[in-house]
Structures are given as structure tokens and as C-alpha cells.
């Protein structure tokens, strides 16, 4: 499970180097499995470890995306990873998000091989997408299928909703699944 979550978090941060702590609190895995686990794919090769810059005593852990079984892992997520459990992987640390839910088909269990994800997010108001934006893209990739991806604050998705704006009351009255917060997301305007 500890190489599983690490591989899915390597491959949605492509490029990205990151020291022992900070893998630790987004991977949510505890000091010693993270530890074991990556000194395991460092000697496969398939993880580098690398020194900080001077004055930076941290060691720094990347995915060795040259390496033979990025391109089979990468395969791997693309067939069988639930397109939940890899956004839940890319959305740790997004700036400005409040919560994030899958919902539509793909939560109803009738998707079909043209369908998309339909990701809602609940964004702190005037927060930039470009950053959310780039983070998703790399996940498009892994999950095989476009994103069509919603974006609100609280009190935007609030005043819509007031208004008898058909498509949010769907949209919150169907079934979801969370892959970022929760429903408290909501809490500063009162929408579930």
C-alpha cells in the first residue's frame, strides 16, 4: 500500500523533488513505512535521491522518469487507478482549494467509454486558477480521460444556488465523492 500511494504521488508531480518530511505529511504515511518504501524504489532506480543545494542539509527524493517502470506504472494507473483515488493524490497542497468532489457518471457507475471526470471545486475567492489548472493536467493524463472541471467559492456556489440555479441543485443533490475536504468546505455560506 506505502509503494502504491507513493508511485500515485510521484506520478501526479511529475519533475517535482520533495525532502522526507514533506512526503511524509502529503502522503499521510507513516516515518518508518515511508522511509522503507523509499529506500526500496531508490535501489530499483525508479526513485533519485538527491542533496539540497548548499546551505540546504535536506535530501530530496524525484521520480527517475527515465526509468523502465515509470512507463509500466504510469500504464497501470491509467487502467485500473479510480479516477477519485488519483485526484486525491494531486489536489494534496493545492493552493486556494477548499474541497473537491467527483461527481456525475462517473460516481453513478454509468460511465461510458467517451465519458469525462466531472470535478466540482470549492475555491477561496479571487485564488487564480493557473496554479489548480497545471496540477490537473498531469492527472488528466494519468486517469486517461478528460477533466471537465467546475470551479466556485462558498458564497459564489451559495447566491447560485438561492437563485434556483438548476444546474448547482443538481449538481449538490446528487451523489459525490470527495477527493479534497468535505462538505464543510460549504460551512462559510451554508450550502451542503
Not at 527524493?61 to 517502470?69: L, P, R, T, Y
Not at 471545486?121 to 478528460?146: C, D, M, N, Y
Request: no cysteine.
Amino acid at each position: 500500500m506505502a509503494t502504491a500511494r507513493l508511485v500515485v504521488f510521484f506520478a501526479v508531480h511529475p519533475g517535482q523533488h520533495f525532502y522526507l518530511r514533506d512526503l511524509k505529511r502529503r502522503t499521510r504515511l507513516s516515518s518508518a513505512s515511508l522511509q522503507r518504501e523509499l529506500q526500496r524504489l531508490v535501489n530499483s532506480g525508479a526513485i533519485e535521491r538527491t542533496n539540497g543545494e548548499a546551505g540546504d542539509k535536506r535530501i530530496y527524493f524525484s521520480a527517475n522518469e527515465g526509468h523502465d517502470a515509470w512507463r509500466a506504472w504510469t500504464l497501470l494507473l491509467r487502467s485500473v487507478a479510480a479516477p477519485a483515488d488519483v485526484l486525491r493524490e494531486a489536489l494534496v497542497d493545492t493552493p486556494g482549494l477548499e474541497g473537491a468532489f467527483v461527481y456525475g457518471s462517473t460516481v453513478r457507475g454509468d460511465t461510458r467509454t467517451e465519458s469525462d471526470i466531472d470535478l466540482f471545486l470549492i475555491v477561496r475567492e479571487g485564488q487564480p486558477p493557473k496554479a489548480r489548472r497545471r496540477q490537473l493536467s498531469e492527472t488528466e493524463f494519468l486517469i486517461g480521460k478528460p477533466l471537465d472541471v467546475v470551479e466556485y467559492s462558498a458564497r459564489a456556489a451559495q447566491e447560485r444556488v438561492s437563485t434556483g440555479n438548476p444546474f448547482l441543485r443538481r449538481v449538490l443533490s446528487e451523489p459525490k465523492t470527495w477527493v479534497y475536504g468535505g462538505p464543510e468546505a460549504f460551512h462559510e455560506s451554508g450550502t451542503a
